[in-house]
């Protein structure tokens, strides 16, 4: 390359504004760390050229020591004003500068004078000596690239075939700002174009793209290589665009025009993805009223990806772990993640391809739309799983765990950087939009809804579009639906505080048991948390935000339990403090967010609570809807771990699971369980206290469904079997720890273990290895390998004492076969197990303390380890004994006056709970 410059930010701005020469280079040594002088402006194109449409060639090297590719593009360009420059994207290409060059409709060529490159923007501008005016031009490049190994743009991807022998492949990931590395381009959302792709390859690999193939040549015989070309594509984001160059071989409906490709040792584990394709295809069709506008859909399982999947337009490219699927192996949540992630790819085929957002800002135009509909349809392909009806607590678990003490982003803001644009992909962005999509939905009819949909998609096909294009349209569909009143409800004003905003509310209920008047009012919903996930704080301080939302209300009561609509009733607005229910019976409690539809949480008056409290322990209890039940157990306890309800009232509330045996339910109570709970079960007066009680409150639930498996249990069934297993086992249930024992028998006996039943599977070795004779101990180990993960494992599930001790002493042997990293990572998973493995761990570093102590960094983490798991106040002073030659290091001090504090604050929640146990003893 004659002269390819980097320019710090500020001077391409200017080049690229004034249109003129750009100034003299500095080395790009220099520049480096001057990223903070680029401004947002200049993370984008001028906008002066928009590309028309793009004739793409490549020829890629498929070579183990040439992963490189050679490419030609001419693209069609309107230049909307006269110009002596033009920028575009190019991120890893070398440019062959006398291929490069402009040429105008009447065939007048105008060749760059000056190439400038800025490796922070990604931006290459190319200066010309004349002024060229406005008008249609043909871009010619000729450039190479990099087949490159990290996942992104135009990269390797290998997988090793039945003869033992390495077969590579190549494809694409050019979301969101990566077509750039495989060829020249405007790389950014609203600059759509159509494309015409051809590629060379040898003969053993097919080529694909995003059309159908238009023609095949005959084999070039200086290189034996042939051109695969394509038809062209609609208009549409560089971003959709893909190719891929595989031996794969493919499954295919009739016509061809679904196919499913996969590497051919792996053909059956495609079969239940394929079929979920076949119906998901057909039932976005009907529900969009509209085709998929491209004339096939192909989906490739590709061995090595980074994303997950992705929504190429006719061309979905998925993580192979997460596509393949064995009927007789899969666990019920791979079998789930499976049907989900083909229907979430095929919603965009609309919902981003179609229809693409202006900016990366309003992704979540696509994001929210597929994840919403990896429900809505997943649900209509098997509607035996009841599976919209666990959308909505489903939600709340994920939003609630990724609660902070800090304000949380919204979900659109602006980006600029390809590194802001990458960040804003994250799992809020995905359950956020999920979540506020279905509250719309309840909130306007899903008829309205559907509807508005539609004309959106009508109204802005080949297009780009704005949250208002979709605002407008479910606007329209409000107010010609007279029969649902709305008083002072506007889509875009209602929904843009829940868009721009971070956080979300906590809407609190007072009522007068006198007037009957509920008064109702918002606040930021933020659960604090001390750094050990233990145990409440205090409220957090949000002080730094200002959020407030429309808020739909709509409640039941105890005279009126309709839980069946979830129309908003009233609404809670930012302008007003507070709103007012009239005509509340002082006797009856009330639920507000029915359905759990609204993306709030609630809290009440200890009243209230205490009527919901002994309704929920009455046979009556069904009366109220299974998503409020859950809604209920979800909200009390973020309510009692942020000191906003008494814990007594808690208890009672949460005692009345002994009747429940809905999955919905119970599933948070996992959740609960694995935060915070098991904490409290891991001291010794948690143990004996929490634990039977806990228990206890199981057998309903157990018995409902029990734990054995079986093929022909239901999808609900298998999810609630699987739960039990994780949740009573973990508290040491005696027969479920019985039953994974003999499942673990059976699994050692079984003659293909690689068939046997992945759920089974993780429930045997997991809580079923204990008890097992030296026979079956032998085979058990012959299974696992040395590696030390493989280790920590196999000991995180075992209770004998004497394996346990086994590796304990061969971490302080003087040949230990462990390094220091390998020994801590032992404790760490020992210390993280339960309670009776704590305690037999801390005193075998106590007997052995002085031969630890002479290794600085392993005393110093296990001391930490002891500290921060002590299982009571006696042990802890054991502890700080041993501990006499740290007593003046900061950090343990520190570490010691923490878990000082926690225990306090366990023992004052276990004499709470002993005396309300006592009052439920006497009742």
């Known amino acids: 390359m004659e002269k390819i410059k980097t320019l710090v930010g500020l001077l391409l701005l200017l080049a690229r504004s004034l249109k003129t020469l750009p100034l003299e280079d500095e080395s790009s040594e220099k520049n480096e760390n001057l990223d903070w002088e680029i401004s947002e402006e200049s993370y984008r194109l001028s906008g002066n050229a928009i ?37 575009f994207h190019s991120l890893e290409l070398t440019f062959d500068e006398t291929g490069v060059y402009l040429e105008s409709e009447d065939g007048q060529k105008y060749d760059p004078i000056d190439f400038v490159y800025c490796n922070v923007t990604e931006i290459m501008t190319i200066s ?19 087949i490159n190994d990290q996942l992104t743009g135009f990269y390797r991807s290998s997988y090793t075939n039945d003869y033992g022998e390495k077969v590579w492949l ?55 290589k042939m051109w695969t070309h394509f038809q062209r594509t609609p208009i549409m984001s ?20 679904i196919r499913i490709w996969a590497r051919s040792n792996i053909l059956p584990l495609i079969i239940f993805g394929y079929k979920v394709a076949l119906k998901a295809s057909v039932l976005l069709e009907e529900y969009t009223n509209s085709s998929m506008l491209i004339p096939k859909m192909d989906h490739v399982v590709i061995p090595d990806y980074r994303h997950g999947a992705m929504e190429n337009w006719g061309l979905i490219t998925y993580d192979e772990k997460l596509f393949l699927n064995n009927p007789n192996t899969s666990s019920v949540h791979d079998t789930t993640m499976t049907a989900m992630i083909v229907v979430h790819e095929l919603t965009h085929q609309w919902f981003g391809n179609v229809v693409s957002p202006i900016w990366w800002n309003h992704i ?121 009143s709305r008083g002072e409800f506007n889509v875009k004003e209602v ?28 606040e930021i919903a933020k659960q604090c948390i001390d750094n050990n996930d233990t145990i409440s704080i205090g409220k957090c301080d949000l002080n730094e935000c200002n959020d407030k939302w429309w808020i739909p209300i709509n409640y039941a009561t105890e005279t009126n339990t309709n839980f069946l609509s979830t129309l908003p009733v009233h609404w809670l607005s930012p302008k007003n403090d507070s709103i007012i229910i009239n005509g509340i019976d002082s006797d009856d409690w009330i639920i507000i967010n029915v359905q759990q539809t609204g993306h709030y949480q609630v ?4 009243t209230n609570w205490i009527k919901l409290a002994k309704y929920l322990n009455s046979p009556n209890y069904e009366k109220i809807h299974v998503l409020n039940r859950a809604q209920i157990i979800q909200d009390s306890y973020s309510m009692m771990v942020t000191n906003r309800m008494n814990l007594t009232i808690f208890l009672d509330l949460f005692n009345y699971l002994s009747r429940e045996i809905d999955y919905i339910v119970w599933r948070p109570i996992l959740e609960i369980y694995q935060v915070n709970l098991h904490h409290l079960i891991e001291t010794t007066e948690g143990s004996k206290l929490i634990k039977p009680y806990a228990l206890n409150l199981m057998n309903n639930f157990i018995e409902s469904v029990g734990f054995d498996f079986d093929h022909d249990d239901d999808y609900r069934t298998q999810l609630t079997k699987l739960l039990i297993r994780r949740l009573a086992c973990s508290l040491g249930h005696l027969k479920c720890i019985m039953a994974a024992n003999t499942q673990m028998i059976e699994f050692l006996e079984f003659s293909n273990k690689d068939q046997y039943p992945s759920d089974l599977k993780q429930w045997a070795y997991r809580y079923g290895i204990n008890n097992l004779n030296e ?112 007593n003046e290091d900061e950090n343990i001090i520190k570490h010691v006056k923490k878990r000082e504090k926690i225990l306090t604050s366990y023992e004052q929640l276990f004499d709470t709970f002993k005396a309300w146990f006592k009052t439920k003893k006497l009742n």
């Open 238 to 257: 560089t971003y959709t665009l893909a190719f891929v160059l595989s031996d794969f071989v493919n499954i295919s409906n009739t016509d061809g025009t």
């Open 128 to 146: 010309f000596e004349k002024v060229i005016p406005a008008g249609i031009y043909n871009f010619y490049a000729k450039f190479t690239g990099i």
């Open 51 to 87: 590309p028309i449409h793009y004739d793409i060639k490549l020829i890629p090297y498929m070579e183990e020591n040439n992963f490189t590719f050679d490419g030609e593009t001419i693209t069609r360009l309107n230049l909307k004003n006269m110009t002596r420059t033009l920028d």
């Open 775 to 886: 026979s079956m101990w032998n085979k058990l180990w012959d299974i696992k390998s040395n590696n030390i993960s493989e280790i920590c494992s196999f000991l995180n599930c075992i209770e004998d004492e004497t394996v346990i001790e086994k590796y304990l002493n061969m971490t302080i042997a003087e040949n230990s076969p462990f390094t220091e990293d390998n020994c801590i990572e032992i404790y760490e998973t020992l210390f993280y197990t339960r309670y009776e493995t704590i305690n037999l761990v801390t005193d075998f570093i106590l007997r052995n303390w002085d031969g630890i102590n002479s290794r600085n960094k392993l005393r110093l983490e296990l001391s930490l380890f002891m500290i921060i798991s002590a299982t009571d106040k006696n042990k802890l002073q054991e502890i700080k004994l041993h501990l006499k030659d740290l």
């Open 170 to 224: 190549a494809t694409t990931q050019f979301q969101a700002t990566h077509a750039r590395q495989a060829f020249p381009c405007w790389d950014e959302p609203s600059l759509k174009a159509t494309f015409n792709v051809s590629i060379k390859h040898r003969t053993n690999y097919t080529a694909l793209s995003n059309m159908p193939v238009h023609e095949i040549s005959t084999i070039d015989e200086s290189d034996d």
């Open 495 to 522: 929904m843009e505080t829940w868009i721009y905003q971070g956080n979300y509310p906590l809407v609190t209920v007072k009522r007068n048991y006198v007037t009957g008047e509920a008064t109702i009012t918002q």
């Open 364 to 484: 979540w135009l696509n994001e929210g739309f597929a994840s919403f509909f990896q429900y809505y349809i997943t649900d209509k392909v098997f509607p035996s799983w009841g599976f919209m009806e666990m959308l909505p607590f489903h939600l709340q678990l994920i939003i609630h765990e990724y609660n902070n003490n800090s304000c949380e982003k919204p979900i659109s803001y602006n980006v600029n950087s390809p590194k802001d644009i990458e960040d804003i992909f994250d799992v809020i962005l995905y359950t956020k939009t999920q979540s506020l999509l279905n509250m719309l939905r309840h909130i306007v009819t899903d008829e309205v809804f559907h509807s508005s949909l539609i004309n959106y998609l009508r109204k802005n096909q080949y297009s780009n579009a704005l949250p208002d294009d979709l605002f407008h349209e479910i606007q329209i569909g409000v107010d010609n639906t007279p029969e649902i």
């Open 603 to 606: 809290n009440y008056d200890e």
